[in-house]
């Protein structure tokens, strides 16, 4: 044991098994990484894909039905396979407990346990793939359409179900890690904000994946039994499957952004070399959206034939959510003023998740009001508003996660002329492609056809044109980091003079992250301020 | 020191107390994720109830009240007997624990073979939901979606005592083996809290289901 101490946790063992057989959240996060950055890179073909298919009005690569199988992968890939896992199974897994003083999360067994179900449930969606035909349902699998679609919607949805029991685990090991693994001295107001947001995540996972999970196997029983749940010729009501798809499915939304928020409540200060502004404020609210995150479901069904009444009440709860989100935002804004900004690529990331977060998090209040909403429900304008929040919002700031810690989990630094080159291709990319949407929504263009009448066709060009900048900017990332993680210059222990725990570890970490178990004896971001 | 006291906990934590803290609450959060997922049901049927009252009224009496009574003292007894086997563990009385866990077991197995009894009654008068519904002589309309809440729920519910057997089964080998003393019962406990959701949840099923008024 005494040399272990002493090594990286890459040289601690070695072989493939070491690391298929792993129980050390270190390696557990890199597999993640790897696993999910892949998933982000095939869902992101089908997407330039689906938009090279807009490029012009009519058929212009492929048929409708393929149009409509591919949005199908596009939103089931990007969603299941890299935007939910992604941040807690990678970054989460890698810096939670180190962040806390631990050397592992409390169920190191569960948490290879979770990947590998993951895994698993992926299989499922490839059989379905495989096997064919590919559903068309769009990655919502709304009833009636996906119990009489004749698509492979069982293997579909009975993967998703699986990868959510890899969700649930997940944050159940979080949970039971951040309340009893925390070093000496780590208080809960010691903790960095990443460790609040993941644990405001975690609680997510818990309490709403299972809802998913019964609905998903209610739907599955449906299709093969028939048994009327969802069906009104048997007395069901299809209207039941969207309440329990979205009472999941809303809060899965603050599963994807709420860490996003933490990884930027952790650069802007080390960024800006200054303390966070409103800690207990940014920590709180954390925990504020994933409680008001449960009660805006009913936002998604404004025109599905809910009563006056639950409209109206889900719509001033959606306001709601306005609140704490914007409570972050000022505080980051506050945290840079007159701070001394470094513009390395995670600060450009972090920068840019505020303007893009800022835009999304807008646009969702634009859509939470019932008049507006009637009129906008269904066209490009909820297209642009979601992926402002998952790829504005949450794929950035995985972005700028990625590189800011990258010097810390491979002990390399990243090539930062590459790094700031991707943030602004990907910047003006982004925003080309879904400001066009936006306007495109304005104008009244529906979402999910394969067809456009002429007058949308320039803004769809301006939109495929940046979905290219998009992928770009996307091999661009990859690239580097891959590169990098070869060929990068030897990082020091702490580049950016971060104040939290995972800066005092070696780079990358030893196996059980200390030589010696830390105590804390200050907050996270405590700069400029002197200890006796 | 450490070296020969690292056999006991895993190197991460401190303690087999501070081990046994933090299996505790994981366990309990999976129990909330249990209560989340049947809790999805539990609303489905308050609807369909809401909109269809007769119909649930005249179709509960197809369910057989004594056989469900009998199941639900039965899986009661088992709660009991479970809680004795961890009380006896922490006294270190492996064999009366593990006697406990028998018994445990074998309310299990009653529970199912009822069970198997009153699923051969419903299929046999063409009950079984769905596609398979071929009974006529209920006469509120939409009767088979009372029985899709049936199965589905208590076939989930017996799908949870299916493996609460297996994790009981497997408490009893290491118990056998030596596993578990006063100092260190982790597992049984857990076992033990899961066994209770699972007579919890029958709990609801029973009124819910056999005693609709």
Same mark, same amino acid.
């Given at each position: 044991?005494?040399?272990?101490?002493?090594?990286?946790?890459? $040289?601690?063992?070695?072989?493939?098994?070491?690391?298929?057989?792993?129980?050390?959240?270190?390696?557990?996060?890199?597999?993640?990484?790897?696993?999910?950055?892949?998933?982000?890179?095939?869902?992101?073909?089908?997407?330039?894909?689906?938009?090279?298919?807009?490029?012009?009005?009519?058929?212009?690569?492929?048929?409708?039905?393929?149009?409509?199988?591919?949005?199908?992968?596009?939103?089931?890939?990007?969603?299941?396979?890299?935007?939910?896992?992604?941040?807690?199974?990678?970054?989460?897994?890698?810096?939670?407990?180190?962040?806390?003083?631990?050397?592992?999360?409390?169920?190191?067994?569960?948490?290879?346990?979770?990947?590998?179900?993951?895994?698993?449930?992926?299989?499922?969606?490839?059989?379905?793939?495989?096997?064919?035909?590919?559903?068309?349902?769009?990655?919502?699998?709304?009833?009636?359409?996906?119990? $009489?679609?004749?698509?492979?919607?069982?293997?579909?949805?009975?993967?998703?179900?699986?990868?959510?029991?890899?969700?649930?685990?997940?944050?159940?090991?979080?949970?039971?890690?951040?309340?009893?693994?925390?070093?000496?001295?780590?208080?809960?107001?010691?903790?960095?904000?990443?460790?609040?947001?993941?644990?405001?995540?975690?609680?997510?996972?818990?309490?709403?994946?299972?809802?998913?999970?019964?609905?998903?196997?209610?739907? =599955?029983?449906?299709?093969?039994?028939?048994?009327?749940?969802?069906?009104?010729?048997?007395?069901?009501?299809?209207?039941?499957?969207?309440?329990?798809?979205?009472?999941?499915?809303?809060?899965?939304?603050?599963?994807?952004?709420?860490?996003?928020?933490?990884?930027?409540?952790?650069?802007?200060?080390?960024?800006?070399?200054?303390?966070?502004?409103?800690?207990?404020?940014?920590?709180?609210?954390?925990?504020?959206?994933?409680?008001?995150?449960?009660?805006?479901?009913?936002?998604?069904?404004?025109?599905?034939? $809910?009563?006056?009444?639950?409209?109206?009440?889900?719509?001033?709860?959606?306001?709601?959510?306005?609140?704490?989100?914007?409570?972050?935002?000022?505080?980051?804004?506050?945290?840079?003023?007159?701070?001394?900004?470094?513009?390395? =690529?995670?600060?450009?990331?972090?920068?840019?998740?505020?303007?893009?977060?800022?835009?999304?998090?807008?646009?969702?209040?634009?859509?939470?009001?019932?008049?507006?909403?009637?009129?906008?429900?269904? =066209?490009?304008?909820?297209?642009?508003?979601?992926?402002?929040?998952?790829?504005?919002?949450?794929?950035?700031?995985?972005?700028?996660?990625?590189?800011?810690?990258?010097?810390?989990?491979?002990?390399?630094?990243?090539?930062?002329?590459?790094?700031?080159?991707?943030?602004?291709?990907?910047?003006?990319?982004?925003?080309?492609?879904?400001?066009?949407?936006?306007?495109?929504?304005?104008?009244?263009?529906?979402?999910?056809?394969?067809?456009?009448?002429?007058?949308?066709?320039?803004? @769809?060009?301006?939109?495929?044109?940046?979905?290219?900048?998009?992928?770009?900017?996307?091999?661009?990332?990859?690239?580097?980091?891959?590169?990098?993680?070869?060929?990068?210059?030897?990082?020091?222990? @702490?580049?950016?003079?971060?104040?939290?725990?995972?800066?005092?570890?070696?780079?990358?970490?030893?196996?059980?992250?200390?030589?010696?178990?830390?105590?804390?004896?200050?907050?996270?971001?405590?700069?400029?301020?002197?200890?006796? | 020191?450490?070296?020969?006291?690292?056999?006991?906990?895993?190197?991460?934590?401190?303690?087999?107390?501070?081990?046994?803290?933090?299996?505790?609450?994981?366990?309990?959060?999976?129990?909330?994720?249990?209560?989340?997922?049947?809790?999805?049901?539990?609303?489905?049927?308050?609807?369909?109830?809401?909109?269809?009252?007769?119909?649930?009224?005249?179709?509960?009496?197809?369910?057989?009240?004594?056989?469900?009574?009998?199941?639900?003292?039965?899986?009661?007894?088992? #709660?009991?007997?479970?809680?004795?086997?961890?009380?006896?563990?922490?006294?270190?009385?492996?064999?009366? #624990?593990?006697?406990?866990?028998?018994?445990?077991?074998?309310?299990?197995?009653?529970?199912?073979?009822?069970?198997?009894?009153?699923?051969?009654?419903?299929?046999?008068?063409?009950?079984?939901?769905?596609?398979?519904?071929?009974?006529?002589?209920?006469? #509120?309309?939409?009767?088979?979606?009372?029985?899709?809440?049936?199965?589905?729920?208590?076939?989930?519910?017996?799908?949870?005592?299916?493996?609460?057997?297996?994790?009981?089964?497997?408490?009893?080998?290491?118990?056998?083996?030596?596993?578990?003393?006063?100092?260190?019962?982790?597992?049984?406990?857990?076992?033990?809290?899961?066994?209770?959701?699972?007579?919890?949840?029958?709990?609801?099923?029973?009124?819910?289901?056999?005693?609709?008024?």
């Amino acid at each position: 044991m005494a040399h272990a101490a002493n090594i990286n946790f890459y $040289q601690a063992s070695h072989g493939w098994k070491s690391w298929l057989f792993t129980l050390d959240h270190k390696r557990i996060g890199m597999m993640y990484i790897v696993t999910t950055l892949l998933s982000f890179l095939i869902g992101g073909i089908f997407a330039l894909l689906v938009r090279i298919e807009l490029f012009s009005p009519g058929e212009t690569i492929m048929s409708a039905a393929t149009y409509n199988k591919l949005f199908t992968l596009h939103g089931a890939v990007m969603v299941f396979w890299f935007i939910i896992p992604s941040i807690p199974g990678a970054l989460g897994n890698f810096f939670l407990p180190i962040m806390i003083g631990a050397k592992d999360v409390a169920f190191p067994r569960l948490n290879l346990f979770s990947y590998y179900l993951l895994i698993t449930g992926m299989l499922f969606n490839v059989y379905s793939i495989v096997t064919g035909p590919i559903p068309d349902t769009g990655w919502t699998f709304y009833t009636p359409y996906s119990i $009489q679609n004749s698509g492979a919607v069982i293997s579909m949805v009975m993967g998703v179900f699986i990868m959510g029991f890899s969700s649930i685990l997940t944050g159940l090991n979080f949970i039971v890690t951040v309340h009893k693994l925390r070093c000496p001295g780590m208080t809960w107001y010691r903790m960095p904000l990443f460790v609040w947001a993941i644990y405001g995540t975690s609680i997510l996972q818990v309490m709403a994946t299972p809802v998913l999970g019964i609905t998903l196997l209610l739907l =599955t029983i449906e299709r093969y039994a028939g048994i009327g749940f969802f069906d009104p010729k048997l007395g069901g009501d299809p209207v039941l499957f969207q309440h329990f798809f979205w009472f999941y499915s809303h809060p899965a939304v603050y599963i994807m952004v709420l860490p996003a928020m933490g990884i930027i409540s952790e650069i802007i200060p080390t960024m800006s070399q200054k303390t966070i502004f409103g800690y207990r404020a940014i920590a709180y609210s954390s925990l504020g959206l994933a409680l008001v995150s449960f009660l805006v479901w009913g936002h998604h069904m404004f025109t599905s034939g $809910q009563s006056e009444l639950a409209n109206f009440i889900f719509s001033l709860l959606t306001m709601a959510t306005a609140v704490p989100s914007a409570v972050k935002m000022y505080n980051w804004s506050a945290t840079i003023y007159k701070g001394s900004v470094s513009l390395t =690529t995670p600060m450009l990331y972090a920068l840019g998740f505020l303007f893009t977060f800022g835009i999304g998090g807008l646009t969702g209040i634009t859509l939470g009001a019932l008049s507006i909403d009637m009129h906008f429900h269904d =066209t490009y304008f909820v297209v642009a508003h979601f992926h402002y929040v998952m790829m504005g919002g949450t794929a950035i700031a995985l972005f700028a996660g990625l590189f800011y810690w990258f010097p810390k989990m491979t002990g390399k630094m990243y090539n930062e002329c590459i790094g700031k080159l991707s943030f602004w291709i990907f910047f003006v990319g982004f925003n080309t492609t879904f400001i066009a949407q936006f306007v495109l929504g304005v104008n009244g263009m529906p979402r999910r056809y394969f067809d456009y009448l002429p007058m949308y066709t320039n803004w @769809n060009r301006v939109s495929t044109v940046g979905s290219w900048l998009i992928g770009t900017a996307a091999l661009l990332i990859v690239g580097n980091l891959f590169m990098s993680f070869f060929r990068g210059a030897k990082a020091p222990a @702490n580049p950016w003079n971060g104040k939290s725990l995972e800066w005092q570890a070696e780079s990358p970490p030893v196996l059980e992250n200390f030589a010696h178990t830390p105590t804390v004896t200050a907050g996270p971001y405590e700069y400029g301020v002197k200890h006796g | 020191m450490s070296e020969s006291h690292a056999a006991d906990h895993a190197h991460h934590f401190e303690s087999v107390e501070h081990e046994f803290d933090a299996g505790k609450l994981g366990m309990w959060l999976f129990l909330v994720t249990e209560i989340m997922l049947f809790g999805g049901l539990f609303v489905g049927y308050g609807i369909f109830n809401y909109l269809y009252p007769e119909m649930f009224r005249e179709a509960h009496h197809e369910l057989n009240k004594v056989m469900g009574a009998f199941n639900t003292i039965v899986l009661l007894v088992s #709660s009991l007997t479970m809680a004795l086997a961890i009380a006896f563990i922490q006294r270190n009385d492996v064999k009366k #624990s593990k006697l406990m866990l028998i018994i445990t077991f074998l309310c299990a197995c009653t529970f199912l073979v009822v069970k198997y009894f009153e699923y051969s009654a419903k299929i046999h008068h063409g009950l079984l939901p769905g596609h398979f519904f071929t009974n006529t002589d209920l006469q #509120s309309a939409n009767a088979a979606l009372f029985f899709s809440f049936y199965f589905v729920m208590t076939g989930i519910h017996g799908l949870h005592v299916l493996i609460g057997m297996a994790c009981i089964a497997w408490i009893y080998w290491r118990m056998n083996r030596g596993d578990f003393n006063a100092h260190k019962f982790g597992a049984v406990e857990f076992v033990g809290l899961y066994w209770h959701i699972v007579d919890l949840i029958w709990i609801f099923l029973f009124p819910l289901l056999y005693l609709v008024v």
